[in-house]
């Protein structure tokens, strides 16, 4: 373990990092009902983040300015996708297009697109793998710095605004009466969650980023009750499940991005099944303790 810290504690870092910002976001994103919305998101990154590569090999790394030189280009370009596409999804539903049809066009139209740049790129096959399972392991000093330039603040700033971005969450139709712009505080989370989105797929691709916007989220909610209690046992599913799962993926030779994402899905099935047994049970010792009362 000593070694593996020694030669990966950058790039565990970075991963445990990205897993528990996103796991925090994943509350928002399955009380919202906007788990789509992040899908769409996440294929939209992954249409920039192609892009990218496409235009490394059209004009050339020297010519963006040793842009790339510090992975800016990539995350940047991702970015930029999702704003354009959230001004797509975002836009008052009017007409026969829906904002599921929006979701479904964009979700198909990006992912066709980002194959298509990858496979005109001169590296081709090798920058597809890339991009949809990038290896965490091997992130740079410079990712970290692009990491925590990004990651935190966005995150910072979900927890400075916790309140208005629960009850929009929780109770839309509250939160309006109590004169709160929903629609405003909408465009801010998913401008923050587009950060953290674009950031993830960077360093660990568009599974890794979609396993850790919706799982641990799902597996808190099974257990927790109270706001705080379900966020910070998420960010707890999300640390730990990445932590465990980018180990093992060392020890045995796995890729770590989809061992964390099937670390997090053993965590949310157990929590899962601990949940409905208990929920079984309960009304059994209920039933129990009326007996013995009478």
Avoid: K
Avoid at 207 to 236: D, N
Avoid at 248 to 263: N, R, Y
């Amino acid at each position: 373990m000593i070694d593996f810290f020694r030669l990966f504690g950058p790039s565990f870092l970075a991963t445990v990092v990205v897993a528990s910002a996103l796991a925090f976001l994943s509350v928002h994103v399955i009380l919202r009902r906007v788990v789509f919305v992040g899908v769409a998101l996440s294929q939209l990154s992954s249409l920039g983040i192609a892009l990218a590569f496409f235009l490394e090999g059209v004009v050339g790394e020297s010519a963006l300015l040793g842009f790339t030189q510090a992975h800016w280009f990539h995350w940047v370009m991702g970015w930029l996708l999702e704003l354009v596409g959230l001004a797509f999804l975002m836009r008052p539903e009017r007409g026969h297009l829906s904002r599921e049809a929006r979701i479904g066009v964009t979700f198909a139209a990006s992912g066709a697109l980002a194959v298509l740049f990858v496979a005109s790129s001169p590296h081709g096959m090798d920058e597809l793998r890339s991009l949809m399972a990038p290896d965490p392991l091997f992130t740079s000093t410079d990712d970290l710095i692009v990491l925590f330039a990004t990651m935190i603040p966005s995150v910072a700033l979900v927890l400075l605004f916790f309140r208005r971005f629960l009850i929009v969450a929780f109770d839309r139709e509250m939160a309006i009466s109590l004169g709160v712009h929903a629609a405003r505080w909408d465009v801010f989370f998913y401008l923050l969650l587009g950060v953290a989105i674009a950031m993830a797929i960077h360093l660990a691709g568009v599974l890794f980023a979609i396993g850790f916007l919706v799982l641990p989220g799902a597996a808190a909610l099974c257990m927790a009750h109270r706001p705080w209690q379900i966020f910070g046992l998420a960010s707890g599913v999300g640390f730990a499940s990445s932590a465990v799962g980018t180990y093992f993926s060392h020890e045995l030779d796995l890729p770590a991005g989809p061992s964390a994402v099937a670390t997090v899905f053993a965590v949310f099935l157990a929590m899962r099944l601990w949940h409905r047994l208990r929920h079984r049970a309960g009304p059994r010792n209920g039933d129990a303790a009326r007996a013995a009362a009478a």
